[in-house]
Structures are given as structure tokens and as C-alpha cells.
Nanobody, 123 residues
Framework: QVQLVESGGGLVQAGGSLRLSCAASGSIFNINDMGWYRQAPAKQRELVAVITRGASTNYADSVKGRFTISRDNAKKTVYLQMNSLKPEDTAVYYC?????????????????WGQGTQVTVSS
């Protein structure tokens, strides 16, 4: 059983910073891309940032220059450092990982999601 457990959300004033963490655990053969998504009320879930196993990154235009994604492969953990936060960054943030597991006699790559962590930025 694979789990993604997030931490680090909370309430912060505009201009402040938060750091999100997401740790994977369970019977994992390999972790490929890891990323963060967010969903604001009445909006669709959107990609915030993604990082490959080799540490190549991609960001949504709205967070470029303010957010930094990183990962520690040994700890099976991905981080999102969020600086210069704005009220429009308010959302539930979800961790995502494409994880290869050995199941039913074969290796399979499955999308896993964390439970979500609330980030609220006050003006």
C-alpha cells in the first residue's frame, strides 16, 4: 500500500512564505515525476509545479519566480517552497507522484495523490 502524506499548509499573510512537504511510503519500486497541484473553491485543479527524478522542473506561469519545487529521492519526499504568497494562491494543495510498484506479477506505474493541505493567504 502506497501513501503520500503532506504537511506544511496553514494561514499566512500576503508576502509571507510556507513550505509544503510530501513523503511517500509503502512498497515502492521507483518514484518518477513528483508534483504539486492546487484547487481553489469553484475552480478546477491546476498544476503548480512538477519535478522529474533527474530534478528537471516545470512551473505554472502564475508561480514562476516565487515557488520552488525540490525533492529528496533518498527520503522519497517532494517539497514546495512558496515565497511572496498572494491571496490568489489560496487553495487546497495536493501532492502527486507517479510511482512504480510491483503488483500482480508485473511492474506498474500508478498516479498517487495526497490528501491535500489547505493554504490560506490573507490580504
Amino acid at each position: 500500500q502506497v501513501q503520500l502524506v503532506e504537511s506544511g499548509g496553514g494561514l499566512v499573510q500576503a508576502g509571507g512564505s510556507l513550505r509544503l512537504s510530501c513523503a511517500a511510503s509503502g512498497s515502492i519500486f521507483n518514484i518518477n515525476d513528483m508534483g504539486w497541484y492546487r484547487q481553489a473553491p469553484a475552480k478546477q485543479r491546476e498544476l503548480v509545479a512538477v519535478i522529474t527524478r533527474g530534478a528537471s522542473t516545470n512551473y505554472a506561469d502564475s508561480v514562476k519566480g516565487r515557488f520552488t519545487i525540490s525533492r529528496d529521492n533518498a527520503k522519497k519526499t517532494v517539497y514546495l517552497q512558496m515565497n511572496s504568497l498572494k491571496p490568489e494562491d489560496t487553495a487546497v494543495y495536493y501532492c502527486n507522484a507517479k510511482i512504480t510498484v510491483y503488483s500482480g506479477g508485473a511492474y506498474r506505474t500508478i498516479d498517487y495523490w495526497g490528501q491535500g493541505t489547505q493554504v490560506t493567504v490573507s490580504s
